[in-house]
């Protein structure tokens, strides 16, 4: 089986442009969720999806930031605007729907803003 | 509120030898799971073990076994017999059973693991 696929793998964004990255669940699981790593912040909770249904994006910044899951394959987070401080490996996950269920990573997207 | 605290910034052992590996916790919920995680050289974050609070027995998973200490809100990692490509930094994580942050994973701030030849 495959894993959590992310595309791209690397991004470089100059400041004030969108920037959009996917991710593709572990088929058969139904929860996804984002991440973003920073070496000042560490691991960060940012949103998560159960059955495509947004439950929890209390980690979400308030401004420029979306995630939407259109279907059961493939989530999208949004960033407009990017700003320098968006510079993060950005790092999506999926399990089963139970709530102790293990959560597996992808390889995580590489952002660069300019 | 939750936290997960790992203190150790990095530890250096022999290869071929027992490594333990900190973490401790703080959680309200009398429901839990606490995850140890693996992040190689290339960025790849890899799921190791698992411990699930109501389960009394330590978990073991190849050379990976864990020393839970639920009074003590803690959930050590025991490495035995090191190899070089144990040499990683390791995350511990706490997931809450419960409630609307029922799906986040809570993140220590990682330890880094230097196995030498």
């Known amino acids: 089986n495959a894993g959590v696929i992310q595309t791209p793998r690397h991004k470089v964004t100059g400041k004030g442009q969108e920037a959009t ?8 699981h139904s929860a996804v969720f984002w991440y973003r790593q920073t070496i000042v912040q560490g691991l960060e909770f940012l949103t998560y999806f159960r059955n495509q249904a947004p439950i929890d994006d209390s980690g979400m910044p308030k401004e420029r930031f979306s995630a939407q899951m259109p279907n059961q394959s493939h989530s999208t987070l949004k960033i407009q605007s990017t ?5 993060a490996v950005y790092l999506c996950a999926s399990s089963l729907a139970q709530g102790g269920d293990t ?6 997207t590489r952002l660069l803003v300019l | 509120a939750q936290k997960v605290t790992q ?8 290869e071929k030898t027992t490594v333990t590996m900190d973490c401790v916790y703080e959680t309200q919920d009398s429901s839990y799971f606490l995850f140890w995680y693996k992040q190689t050289a290339s960025g790849e974050i890899v799921f190791l073990i698992r411990q699930d609070s109501y389960k ?7 050379h990976y076994s864990l ?3 639920k009074p003590k809100s803690s959930i050590g990692l025991i490495i035995t017999a ?9 995350f511990c994580a706490m997931r809450e059973g419960r409630g609307s942050a029922l799906g986040r994973l809570h993140f220590g701030a990682g330890t880094q693991l230097i196995v030498i030849p």
């Open chain 1, 21 to 28: 990255l996917w991710c593709e669940p572990i088929s058969g």
């Open chain 1, 83 to 87: 700003q320098p401080q968006d510079s």
């Open chain 1, 103 to 108: 959560q597996y990573f992808g390889p995580g």
């Open chain 2, 7 to 14: 203190t150790q910034t990095s530890i250096s052992v022999m």
């Open chain 2, 56 to 62: 009394k027995e330590n978990a073991t998973v190849g």
């Open chain 2, 67 to 69: 020393n839970f200490q």
């Open chain 2, 82 to 90: 090191t190899q070089i490509e144990d040499s990683a930094v390791y």
